[in-house]
């Protein structure tokens, strides 16, 4: 019975590391790279993308600034993003698509895609840089 109970102790500290993690789909991760700019959290987003070659804290400043300038432009001018759907990946071998919708808070839409890229069984952003 104690071993039983050490099993079941176990098995549960396990399940909770495993829910603490980041998104683990394409799809969670594009939802939480949406969430990011609807939450103005640039840094986030910035942290989510993947870089060809290692960036300094400087290079990934330059670039939430550039992020933040771009996101903050757009989504302002069409009175903030409303909400958003976020459709089925296409995934090939370490790359994903995933199609998501915008909604706006004019009544505008954006149909777009997301492109994904696993390193080390973690997706994140394609920066393509």
Do not use: H, R
């Amino acid at each position: 019975m104690k071993k039983l109970l050490s099993f079941a102790a176990v098995c549960l500290f396990v399940a909770v590391l495993c829910s603490c993690g980041g998104p683990s789909t394409p799809e969670e991760v594009t939802a939480k790279a949406i969430k990011c700019i609807i939450d103005k959290d640039y840094k986030g987003y910035v942290d989510m993308m993947a870089f060809k070659s290692e960036k300094t804290d400087e290079q990934k400043q330059q670039i939430v600034a550039l992020v933040q300038d771009k996101m903050e432009k757009e989504v302002q001018k069409k009175e903030g993003i409303k909400d958003f759907t976020v459709g089925e990946p296409t995934i090939e071998e370490d790359k994903a698509v995933v199609p998501y919708t915008l909604n706006y808070g004019n009544g505008d839409t954006k149909d777009d895609k997301m492109k994904l890229i696993n390193v080390d069984g973690k997706w994140m952003i394609d920066s393509g840089k």
